[in-house]
C-alpha cells in the first residue's frame, strides 16, 4: 500500500529539540521531493520544508535556521529535525509526498500527522 | 510567495454550486493546487496545476483560473464535501510554498 506516516512526535519543553520521522511505504521516496506542513490547533496549513531528489533543501522563514530536513534512502525515510522549539512550533506536523515531476508544485499524498506539544 | 487569500466560510445547499475563490498577484503566472480537509484528517489534494484532477477525485471538483485568481467548483454539493478547503502555490523555482488562509464550506 501506498502511504506515508509519521512518527516523533510529542511533548516537549520550550528550547527543546524533536526529531520527527516519516515513513514511505509502497513507493520511493528518493524519487520524489518530499515536504514538511505543520498545522496549530484551530489554524491553516503552513509549509515548513521541502528536499528534493538531488538533495537540494528550501525552508520556510518562519522557522529558517532551527530546522533541518533530510532523508535516509536505505530506510525509505524523511525526517524533519526542529531545535529551539517554542510554543508556537505546537502543531500537527504532516508529511507530504510531491507531484511526480513536471506536474508542478503540489503534494498527492500526506501522512496522518504526527502532533508535537510545546509546553512546561 | 505573497498571501493566498481565500474567504473564511461558505454556505451551500445540496446539490447546488459552491465556488471557493483564492487570490494573489502571484496567481498570474504560478499554478494553484486545491486540497480538501475533513475535520480529523489529513489534506487530500483535489486540483493540481489550476485544473488538472487526480485520478480519483470525483469530476464534481474542478478548478479554474484567471488572472490572478483562481477558483474551485464543485458542482452538485454533496454532504460529504463539506470540510475545510486550501489552496498552494509555489514559486517557479520551487523554493518557497504558501497556503491559502482556508475556507470552511457548510452543507445546508
Known amino acids: 500500500e501506498v502511504q506515508l506516516v509519521e512518527s516523533g512526535g510529542g511533548l516537549i519543553q520550550p528550547g527543546g529539540s524533536l526529531r520527527l520521522s516519516c515513513e514511505a511505504s509502497?513507493?520511493?521516496?528518493?524519487?520524489?521531493?518530499m515536504s514538511w506542513v505543520r498545522q496549530a490547533p484551530g489554524k491553516g496549513l503552513e509549509w515548513v520544508s521541502i528536499?528534493?531528489?538531488?538533495?537540494?533543501?528550501y525552508d520556510a522563514d518562519s522557522v529558517k535556521g532551527r530546522i533541518t530536513i533530510s532523508r535516509d534512502n536505505s530506510k525509505n525515510r524523511l525526517f524533519l529535525q526542529i531545535n529551539n522549539l517554542g510554543t508556537d512550533d505546537t502543531a500537527v506536523y504532516y508529511c507530504?509526498?510531491?507531484?511526480?515531476?513536471?506536474?508542478?508544485?503540489?503534494?498527492?499524498?500526506w501522512g496522518p500527522g504526527t502532533v508535537v506539544s510545546v509546553s512546561s | 510567495s505573497s498571501e493566498l487569500t481565500q474567504p473564511p466560510s461558505l454556505s451551500v445547499s445540496q446539490g447546488q454550486s459552491a465556488r471557493i475563490t483564492c487570490s494573489a498577484d502571484?496567481?498570474?503566472?504560478?499554478?494553484t493546487y486545491w486540497y480538501q480537509q475533513r475535520p480529523g484528517q489529513a489534506p487530500r489534494l483535489l486540483i493540481y496545476?489550476?485544473?488538472e484532477r487526480p485520478s480519483g477525485i470525483p469530476e464534481r471538483f474542478s478548478g479554474s483560473s484567471s488572472g490572478t485568481t483562481v477558483t474551485l467548483t464543485i458542482s452538485g454539493v454533496e454532504a460529504e464535501d463539506e470540510a475545510d478547503y486550501y489552496c498552494?502555490?509555489?514559486?517557479?523555482?520551487?523554493?518557497?510554498?504558501?497556503f491559502g488562509t482556508g475556507t470552511t464550506v457548510t452543507v445546508l
Open positions: 496545476k489550476d485544473s
Open positions: 509502497g513507493f520511493s521516496a528518493s524519487d520524489n521531493y
Open positions: 502571484t496567481l498570474a503566472n504560478q499554478y
Open positions: 507530504a509526498r510531491g507531484l511526480p515531476y513536471g506536474s508542478g508544485y503540489g503534494f498527492d499524498l
Open positions: 498552494q502555490s509555489a514559486d517557479n523555482s520551487g523554493s518557497s510554498f504558501v
Open positions: 528536499i528534493y531528489s538531488g538533495g537540494t533543501t
